[in-house]
């Protein structure tokens, strides 16, 4: 069982990517929508077995670490050793006291960083348009090392997708063990010639990690090695977006879309089991555009189909960035194994 609990949509920054940049309210979580979320997952899980994971969001949540304490403790009281917490922040409201909490209560904290200077100062700016590279290097001493449970989590975009290669190779300097290249497939500036430079720096990571060995983890390189076939979307019955208000959406996209929202923690009785239904319905209309594909079954783009609806107005019309990237992971994972057994 997943929850994401949205502390608010408020930030201290403003980076110029940002899906949350675009909603115009402002709200943050209240104590009584805390203990109604609580309420509302008791109820959808067996916590005696399952363990309960809750992933705390922004905006950025430290801008009101009071309540995420709160949440913490809240949980830890119902749930007891049955549930863990991951936090994504940009590092930049850090503190000793803050940095010792979070390494104390959090599984996983992913640190939001797009690589060198350059690169991040691109996109993840102040409200004066300020780069906020140094800020955030600067905090993140604050962990004693950066070891396996914080991550560097990375937004590649057109703009700084040339330098991808260099920028993990940045943060793998700055002494990150896990990076988390993560290409934002909605930005609608993406052409054929940026895929492809994706590509090739991609492939290019795939040597850099087979270098690296086990001491490093760069997400995606090995990713369709290990991926599955397509199980139907789980949103919204094993995994929620509870956003600020109480209101409970499918998937992170869709969180403050009315038009998506399943109901709200504070009348668990008129859960909409039947918008549920037709989520499910969608799940089983084959896409022809994307018939004959060999990764049919493995991208995400032919099981998001609310995503796609959300992107492109067609349920079954794919994102072509997310159509690409399940095609250049493919590669990247056929050439990192080869570069691998190089290695040997």
Not at 158 to 168: A, E, F, G, H, I
Not at 172 to 179: A, D, K, M, R, Y
Not at 283 to 311: F, P, Q, V
Request: one cysteine or more; aromatic letters at 10%.
């Amino acid at each position: 069982m997943n929850a994401t609990l949205w502390i608010t949509n408020r930030c201290n920054l403003r980076c110029k990517y940002c899906y949350e940049g675009e909603k115009l309210n402002s709200s943050v979580i209240q104590p009584q929508t805390i203990e109604a979320s609580i309420d509302f997952l008791r109820d959808k899980i067996d916590y005696s077995n399952e363990l309960t994971h809750i992933r705390i969001h922004g905006g950025e949540p430290l801008l009101y670490f009071d309540l995420l304490t709160y949440i913490v403790n809240a949980y830890k009281k119902t749930f007891g050793d049955k549930v863990d917490f991951e936090i994504t922040t940009n590092a930049t409201l850090l503190t000793p006291h803050i940095a010792s909490y979070l390494l104390k209560e959090m599984a996983h904290i992913g640190i939001s960083i797009d690589g060198a200077s350059e690169s991040h100062n691109k996109n993840r700016v102040s409200f004066n348009g300020e780069g906020t590279y140094d800020i955030v290097t600067e905090k993140i001493k604050l962990f004693p090392d950066l070891h396996n449970k914080i991550s560097a989590r990375m937004t590649i975009t057109p703009d700084t997708v040339s330098s991808l290669t260099k920028n993990v190779q940045h943060l793998v300097e700055l002494g990150f063990t896990i990076v988390e290249p993560v290409p934002d497939v909605f930005i609608s500036s993406w052409s054929k010639e940026t895929a492809h430079i994706l590509h090739m720096e991609y492939v290019n990571l795939a040597k850099y990690q087979s270098e690296l060995g086990d001491s490093v983890k760069i997400y995606g390189i090995d990713a369709a090695r290990h991926k599955v076939k397509n199980s139907p979307c789980n949103g919204g019955i094993t995994s929620f977006h509870i956003d600020s208000n109480g209101d409970i959406y499918p998937c992170m996209l869709s969180v403050g879309n009315k038009e998506y929202c399943l109901g709200t923690v504070y009348k668990p009785g008129e859960y909409n089991y039947s918008l549920l239904q037709e989520f499910a319905a969608w799940d089983k209309e084959m896409m022809e555009k994307c018939s004959g594909c060999s990764r049919y079954h493995y991208c995400d783009a032919t099981r998001c189909k609310l995503i796609n609806y959300m992107y492109t107005g067609d349920k079954n019309t794919p994102i072509p960035m997310m159509c690409a990237m399940t095609n250049i992971q493919y590669d990247t994972c056929a050439h990192f194994l080869q570069f691998s057994h190089v290695q040997e």
